[in-house]
């Protein structure tokens, strides 16, 4: 028996491949980790092919070794791929944000959409990836001709952690003209409590990985809407509202957006932009989101986990 620890290099996998290989490595590993193993496949096989890129999957797989109880034992394990994607916005290059492979169109629309590039769907002539010789990790998106990017943020990166760096105020975020969201939604303390777990639930990657985050829109009965994975939360988000500009559902005005770790600052000025009325997490806000929360009239929640909650802002959308 090895009593080292082995590092080797992840490969990408598509669907079948890793659904093969976890078979056999099940089998090999079924008579110690049973119950890990029948958790994990159980969550995979609810991945859907359509929910990973077609040419860049969302799971690496990469032997490992555990050490438990005083024994090693080998096995295969999976990994959240990060990979860089470049947006251009007519021809220029515009950011770089690290994140999961999978919807990126969506990632990209999101993202010009709360960074405040474009206000609507018909400011977006097209969107497409450009396939590059190893990796298409790029998209490419052409806007109207009047719309200017000379007063835009450009060549900057978003990493999978932390968001837009210089993104951090208030002014700048009133500057934009981004509308107070709608004051008439109201949703179910009841309601409210149903949602980390249906978000845990629809976390199919995440369930094999145990490294990604989520955001997921559910309407006022609290029936789950569109949910998106990422490595990065405000990535997760992005591709959210990149999907209800893609669908033509914005704004967002009868909807609660709950994600997955702590409300940052950059959660809730995305959410704001695509006029999100009420936002939960399931950890702590940032001293700035509840600020930013508090002057645009947004409801947030954290910590909301089983049967309690705490609201930072705008208590009145929540029932009694």
Known sequence: MESGILGIAPWHLNVGQAARLSRRSEARQQDWTSSRVDRRAACFAAIPKTSMHAARPSIDLTRVNEWKDGHVHSFQDYLVAEEPLEIRVNGQPLTVTMRTPGQDLELAAGFLFTEGLIHDATQLVSLRPIPGKNKANIVEAQLEESQSLENSPRNFVATSSCGICGKTSIESVRLRGI????????????????????????????????????????????????????????????????????????????????????????????????GVPALASVSAPSGLAVQLAREFGMTLIGFLRGRRFVIYSESSRIGT
């Open 179 to 274: 509308r107070r969201p709608n004051s008439h939604f109201s949703i179910d303390p009841e309601v409210l409590c149903t949602l980390p777990e249906k978000l845990h639930a629809g976390q199919a990657v995440f369930g094999r990985t145990g490294g990604l985050h989520a955001a997921a829109l559910f309407n006022q009965n609290g029936e789950l809407v569109v949910l998106r994975e990422d490595i990065g939360r405000h990535n997760a988000v992005d591709k959210v509202v990149g999907w209800a500009l893609q669908q033509n559902k914005l704004p967002l005005s009868a909807s609660v957006l709950m994600v997955s770790g702590r409300g940052g600052f950059e959660i809730i000025q995305k959410a704001l932009a695509a």
